[in-house]
């Protein structure tokens, strides 16, 4: 059993295909796996992956930093404005994005921006699979 | 001098000409142009249902929050109004009714009694309301003919922190809707404050309410509270992604009428030209003759004029 899965930015459909299974992290809810046959759902996404497990055994990667999943019947969307694949993550610039939000943290601990853009950074070397 | 009429209409012609070459380049790139922007606006469409899409499911699950962009302020004493142009002209009328719309909305609020504050985007509008001392809050350029969600998110949050703090009571937007690529029409919409989920259920009003009981985490007021930002700017970049796509259609249709009208001028011009020509010719050639003649009656032997070797 599959379903459609969708990856929607608003600039457009950034990904569509089939898939198994889909794990993603809801705030508040922790990780959540859905399969085909899922009750009908709405979260929001915490700063996060996205996996996509294809029907193939294959697994697609997205970091997701804020954004939706829409389940209703044989369907999965995901509305994100940022979201990225594995493939395309900087990997150099999500290191030097790190250090420049810790080097800010650093100086004032209360800082939410720089707090984000940690957060954000972490996301993309753990989804490109390059930790630190 | 005779050939003098002929020299200065065959320099217009060379300018028209020249002018010709510009209006149809221009063209030409706004033609392509329309067809990205078109593109582009179909592509966002998906989000913008989809969040439609999920409003409609919790107005479904009944979720209702007291959200500061619904707020629905008993007196209005400052209006918002959001104009969306182009930063270069020779658009036909395209810079011009979206700017008299806006006038006319900042007339309505000041009819009412209340304050007025203008978000400008695009160098036109902004030009217009500076000659005319109009208060401009907030002024965007560089953006117009090819609008980033990045764009809209950045004048959707500013708007909307203006509202939430309460010093701006309504928001109209005022762009012009992209309906086909041969027809645009300028659209005021209220912007803020949001409907109610019910009646922005209802407006969408297709089958997408998969009316099912819905799941939400974290809670339903959880996430209509973070989707009413996102549909705020998606609603903005739809209107930037429409204005854009009118702007380039509204030139290349401009900028057709005017080729086709060089055209015309170069016909006109031409005939005009050859006529001037030619009366010249014929002048001279009667200059000639009579030239020739007067001389011819005096000294008979003499050649006449070298009138065959110039031709």
Do not use: C
């Amino acid at each position: 059993m599959t379903f459609q899965v969708e990856l929607v930015s608003p600039e457009a459909i950034t990904y569509q295909g089939e898939a198994e299974m889909v794990i993603a992290r809801t705030v508040g809810g922790g990780d959540i796996a859905f399969q085909p046959g899922h009750v009908p759902f709405i979260g929001v996404l915490a700063v996060w992956s996205v996996d996509v497990v294809r029907p193939d055994g294959d697994r697609d990667t997205f970091a997701v930093h804020r954004g939706f999943v829409q389940v209703a019947g044989t369907k999965i969307s995901i509305l994100s404005d940022v979201s990225e694949a594995a493939g395309d993550i900087d990997i150099e610039r999500a290191r030097a994005s790190k250090a420049a939000a810790e080097s800010a943290l650093s100086a004032d601990k209360d800082n939410a921006d720089a707090e984000g853009a940690l957060s954000r950074a972490d996301v993309r070397l753990a989804v490109a699979g390059a930790e630190g | 001098m005779a050939g003098g009429r002929e020299r200065v209409l065959r320099r217009r012609i060379g300018s028209v000409q020249n002018t010709k070459k510009i209006t149809r380049a221009m063209e030409l790139i706004a033609a392509t142009r329309v067809v990205k922007a078109q593109q582009r606006a179909r592509a966002a469409r998906p989000y913008a249902e989809q969040i439609t899409s999920v409003i409609e499911n919790l107005a479904a699950g009944g979720a209702e929050v007291d959200h500061p962009l619904l707020r629905q302020a008993e007196k209005v004493e400052r209006v918002g109004v959001i104009v969306i142009s182009s930063d270069r002209g020779l658009a036909g009328p395209y810079n011009s009714t979206v700017i008299k719309a806006a006038e006319r909305q900042v007339q309505n609020a000041r009819s009412e009694g209340a304050d007025y504050s203008l978000i400008v985007i695009g160098k036109k509008a902004s030009d217009y309301f500076a000659f005319r001392k109009y208060a401009i809050d907030s002024f965007t350029m560089g953006i117009s003919d090819n609008p980033t969600y990045e764009d809209a998110r950045r004048i959707a949050d500013e708007v909307s922190a203006l509202f939430s703090e309460g010093s701006i009571d309504r928001v109209e937007l005022v762009y012009t809707e992209f309906i086909s690529l041969g027809r645009q029409k300028v659209a005021t919409r209220r912007f803020l404050p949001l409907e109610s989920t019910e009646t922005i259920a209802a407006e969408a009003g297709d089958d997408a309410g998969l009316s099912g009981a819905f799941e939400f985490e974290p809670s339903p007021e959880a996430v209509l509270e973070s989707l009413l930002p996102r549909y705020v700017e998606a609603r903005l970049f739809g209107a930037l992604l429409d204005s854009a796509a009118s702007e380039h259609a509204s030139r290349q249709r401009a900028m057709k009428a005017a080729t086709d009208n060089a055209e015309e001028l170069i016909t006109k011009l031409s005939r005009e030209m050859n006529q001037a020509r030619q009366d010249a010719i014929t002048t001279e050639i009667m200059e000639i003759v009579g030239g020739a003649e007067a001389m011819g009656s005096g000294n008979e032997s003499e050649e006449p004029a070298p009138v065959g070797a110039q031709n």
